[in-house]
């Protein structure tokens, strides 16, 4: 369950990389896999940000007018964008030895929750969204 008032993806990505991190002592390939979904992450987030600002830039010179729910929109995404980088470099940023400390205050997140957790969020990405359109065509 993720509780209201946070970033409900942010969420789901600090369970996964507690889950990762917790089990690294039996398979050493999660390192890997933390680091790997860190960075990824973390180029998604970049990424968003820069279609919003072109996609904003394009309205703008093609209408030549600004709109303000459109420039809200973006600045939205601006701010969570800049949260879920602050999130991911605080993570990268963390001792190893500071994870148990982390641990303690968050809710254990078994195999199949972090199965679970990987579908959701890869269900998120474009390729995954636009998937039916690749099929169709």
């Not at 679970?116 to 690749?134: G, K, N, T």
């Amino acid at each position: 369950q993720v509780s209201g008032g946070e970033d409900e993806i942010q969420q789901l990505q600090k369970a996964l990389l507690d889950y990762l991190d917790e089990n690294t002592e039996t398979d050493a390939s999660l390192v890997f896999s933390r680091k790997f979904y860190i960075a990824q992450w973390f180029r998604d987030t970049t990424m968003e940000t820069e279609k919003a600002i072109k996609s904003q830039k394009d309205e703008d010179s093609s209408e030549g007018t600004h709109h303000a729910k459109d420039v809200e929109t973006t600045g939205q995404i601006m701010h969570r964008a800049e949260s879920r980088k602050k999130f991911l470099r605080s993570i990268i940023k963390t001792a190893p030895s500071q994870f148990s400390i982390l641990k303690m205050n968050s809710d254990t997140v078994d195999y199949e929750d972090a199965c679970l957790i990987v579908r959701y969020l890869a269900s998120m990405r474009p390729f995954a969204q636009s998937f039916d359109i690749y099929l169709t065509q």
